[in-house]
């Protein structure tokens, strides 16, 4: 029953589809949110309109596999940003544009999960600065405290129980999202779901366990990160709320 799992575990490939899919993950993960939450600190009285708001969140309508079509004709060698440094002669030819799709770090990857998942971060975190009573900035301000004082001492009880969840979001979205990598990828190593698809669909019969056992792990882990980030926010919020009470 377990012997799956045992090869699995053994295998190199295996190791390597790990790496760089943690890789991925976290780094497009915490891009996003750093980005997401600066904006949206920013830009918080702006967001009550509409307008500012549809312009936020419109990557969010397109597909990923078009988002990805689009960071390929940006990035690719031949692509829009390449022939622009050409033209005004930062670089001699395109071909010594530096190779940002398809490349063995998986920066398109993780630039296409950035323009997708931004949106998504100033969705998530909108309420949150809109219910924050912003003179307690203003008071922070006032005393002279800095723009990191302030974020730390007032926003950050806020902003950080959701801003994990949204990180557990968008991180286990990112290990188990398919199309693109298997658009902006290498051929290795290969991100998890790419080579699950591959064991399962196009390799022989025998990958199959192998790829079955490699969702069950996923799975699991992502199922014990969820709990243990969710256990952290509710003692936050807790934590939180009593001393808000005391004062």
């Known amino acids: ?12 490939p295996f190791w390597e589809s790990v790496s760089i899919s943690i890789w991925v993950a976290f780094s497009s993960t915490v891009i996003s949110l750093v980005i997401g939450i600066f904006l949206t600190r920013r830009l918080v009285r702006l967001f009550q309109r509409d307008d500012w708001k549809f312009a936020a969140w ?23 940003f390449s022939s622009l440094a050409a033209q005004i002669g930062w670089i001699e030819t395109m071909s010594q544009f530096p190779v ?3 490349d063995p770090l998986y920066t398109g990857v ?11 971060v100033i969705l998530m975190m909108l309420p949150v600065y809109q219910e924050m009573d912003l003179r307690y900035e203003d008071v922070s301000k006032t005393l002279g405290g800095s723009d990191w004082t302030v974020f730390k001492t007032v926003e ?4 950080m129980p959701v801003s994990l969840e949204v990180f557990l979001i968008l991180f286990v979205f990112v290990l188990g999202a398919f199309e693109v990598p298997a658009l902006l990828g290498v051929t ?3 991100m998890l779901p790419v080579l699950a698809y591959e064991w399962f669909y196009q390799a022989a019969w025998a990958n199959r366990p192998l790829a079955q056992a490699m969702m069950v792990l996923l799975s699991a ?12 926010t509710y ?7 009593m001393r808000r009470e005391d004062v």
């Open 58 to 80: 419109f990557p969010m309508l397109l597909p990923h596999f078009v988002a990805a079509y689009i960071i390929y004709l940006l990035f690719a060698p031949s692509g829009w």
């Open 221 to 232: 882990v992502s199922l014990l990160a969820a709990f243990l980030i969710l256990r952290f």
């Open 156 to 159: 950050v009880p806020w902003v």
């Open 110 to 120: 993780i630039l296409t999960y950035v323009f997708k998942e931004i949106p998504f």
């Open 1 to 12: 029953m377990f012997a799956s799992y045992q090869e699995l575990l053994l295998d190199s």
């Open 188 to 190: 290795y190593p290969k």
């Open 235 to 241: 003692k936050w919020r807790s934590h939180w709320a």
């Open 100 to 102: 940002l799709v398809n």
